[in-house]
């Protein structure tokens, strides 16, 4: 399959897929190829966790977490796709 073809079929998705598609590339992308997290990773993992055990961390609610990203995809919907279309090139 080309690099077009797999374009195209990744368009032809609905919104919804096209975000999880682009979710777990990114995901992909971010381990690398070993599937291990780099250090710079594990050490930023590791202070967040550490903030959210002392309850230092600022958190939402999955619902509030829900409206940000709806409200991402419809200011950015277009923008999006054009900025996976470059991500897979």
Do not use: C, F, N
């Amino acid at each position: 399959m080309s690099y077009q073809q797999v374009l195209e079929a990744a368009l032809a998705l609905p919104l919804t897929k096209q975000q999880k598609l682009m979710e777990q590339l990114e995901e992909h992308l971010a381990t690398g190829d070993g599937g291990e997290l780099s250090p710079e990773w594990e050490k930023e993992i590791e202070r967040r966790l550490a903030e959210y055990k002392a309850g230092t961390a600022k958190t939402i609610t999955w619902e509030e977490a829900k409206q940000r990203m709806d409200k991402l995809r419809k200011s950015h919907g277009k923008k999006s796709r054009s900025v996976a279309a470059r991500r897979l090139g």
